[in-house]
């Protein structure tokens, strides 16, 4: 019987090829083309991410990768497909087999509209209770637009959507679940710094059996930017956002924020700010108050600073959280020569209802990374990478902190042009204070040899925030 699973990887192989149907003819394009073939031997000292009865693992891992790509002046399409097979010493059970498929680019359809999409198939079906963190698994598909629908009008299209057996954050067990997210966007320039925007978005997350963070949601929202004069401005967001939860109480948040600008110089301004955030539940109605008081920073669309100093309170019906609070946004890359680079990433602030974790309610995030690149020599290089993320759940009723700390480095080397030999290493900690999740710390480590026939297809080196934020916070 041909199951809702086997349609939507259907339609994702479809659009697949449908991309490319409409990328092979066109005039200019190059195709290249890169097989190789690649063997690991990956080592855990907690194979089941727990505090106790921690097990030791090792698996070996041989497949064939082949990456093609169509390039041309305003399109760029790769197309990767990696069958493996995982091998794994005690737990005979878990061997098995693998198709991995990708595809991802972007087509310029003309100046006024350019199309981004990223496809995954990653070769897996309604899992067994497994509790291995080896055998979570994702299939995914996003497509954007930009499109410049006037001169001073600008419109945008996201849809995301992943189908994924993966750790939940609550209470750490793997669970199947899909997740959806529409959004269109509207933006409009009046006068050289003037803007204002309307912005729709339509979420789900939708759980094999019924769980307490699955919900139905949609969120409007607008901005607005005026400037006075040359230097002094204001800005305002507005949004409300509807959850409508599968076992738990819905609700509604209204929130808004107004800010005072002054500019102090090309790329420096400073601002006085006020958010307001409104939660009405079933049972449990809140009220946030947030003054605060910063500067920004911006060098680039991608890169520059905004930190703020503030006092954050929390007012629910029979209690009252209140404390000093810093909202930060941070993201700066350092090229310290043509060898070297250092990429430092931070955030703060709060939200009424986490996606990923929507039961859990008003939570406050703390996040700081970065990613340290080293081109050792013509052959070698070498990554660190470092990252803290900090959840405090502060909802009556729940209470909770988790903290996550994961250093990592790779070393990677080809000795000959047709090799390449890579060494990889993790360590991971997740404490938190939660009685329905206990925390873990693991060490993993990874030796992997490659080897490649042809010349490797050179991808674009280029990478966005998203694309190194990825990097830094493994997500």
């Known amino acids: 019987m041909f199951s809702t699973g086997c349609f939507r990887k259907s339609i994702l192989l479809a659009a697949g090829l449908i991309f490319l149907s409409i990328a092979s003819p066109a005039v200019g394009m190059r195709t290249e083309f890169t097989p190789s073939i690649y063997v690991s031997e990956d080592y855990r000292d907690n194979y089941n991410q727990t505090d106790k009865n921690r097990e030791e693992e090792f698996f070996s ?52 509209a350019v199309i981004n999409f990223d496809m ?22 996003s497509v954007s637009g930009k ?44 006068g050289i710094m003037n803007s204002f925007g309307l912005n729709c978005e339509y979420s789900f997350d939708n759980y094999d059996q019924s769980d307490a963070d699955e919900y139905k949601g949609y969120s409007p929202s607008a901005f607005f930017a005026f400037w006075f004069t040359p230097r002094l401005g204001i800005d305002s967001n507005f949004s409300f956002e509807e959850k409508n939860f599968d076992i738990s109480r819905d609700e509604e948040t209204y929130s808004g924020d107004l800010r005072l600008i002054r500019k102090i110089s090309r790329h420096l301004q400073a601002y006085i700010k006020y958010k307001h955030t ?7 109605d809140s009220v946030v108050y947030n003054p605060s008081l910063g500067l920004d920073w911006d060098i680039t669309e991608d890169s520059g600073f905004s930190l703020g100093l503030g ?64 081109q050792l020599t013509k052959m070698s ?11 405090e759940y502060d ?30 290493y993790e360590f991971k900690n997740y404490d938190t204070d939660s009685d329905r999740r206990e925390g873990y710390h ?34």
């Open 61 to 112: 891992t041989y497949g064939v990768n082949f990456l093609i790509g169509f390039v041309g002046k305003t399109q760029r399409i790769y197309l990767n497909y990696n069958p493996l097979y995982k091998d794994y010493d005690k737990h005979d059970e878990d061997d098995v087999f693998e198709n991995d498929l990708k595809l991802y680019g972007d087509i310029e359809l003309s100046r006024r």
């Open 120 to 141: 995954g198939y990653d070769d897996h079906e309604n899992t067994d209770n497994g509790i291995s963190d080896d055998k979570a698994w994702e299939h995914h598909a």
């Open 147 to 190: 499109f410049q629908v006037a001169r001073h009008t600008g419109l945008t299209m996201e849809e995301r959507y992943t189908e994924s057996f993966d750790r939940d954050q609550r209470t750490g067990i793997l669970k199947e679940h899909e997740t959806n997210t529409t959004s269109v966007g509207i933006t409009h320039e009046f």
């Open 278 to 284: 409104v939660t009405e539940k079933e049972n449990l």
């Open 311 to 374: 006092y954050l309170i929390q007012e629910w019906e029979e209690s009252t959280d209140r404390g000093v609070f810093v909202d930060a946004d941070i993201f700066k890359t350092f090229d310290f020569s043509r060898r070297g680079m250092l990429t430092l990433s931070g955030a703060s602030g709060y939200d009424a209802s986490g996606d990923d974790n929507a039961s859990l309610g008003f939570t406050v995030y703390y996040q700081a990374g970065f990613l340290f690149a080293w």
């Open 381 to 391: 290089s070498l990554d660190l990478t470092g990252s803290w993320i900090r959840d």
């Open 395 to 424: 909802e009556p009723g729940v209470d909770r902190v988790d903290n996550t700390l994961d250093l990592g480095a790779a070393l990677s080397w080809a000795p000959l042009r047709w090799m390449n030999f890579s060494l990889s």
């Open 442 to 475: 693991e060490n993993r480590g990874t030796i992997t040899i490659s080897l490649y026939p042809l010349k490797p297809l050179v991808l674009d080196e280029t990478s966005s925030r998203e694309d190194i934020e990825k990097r830094i916070f493994k997500n």
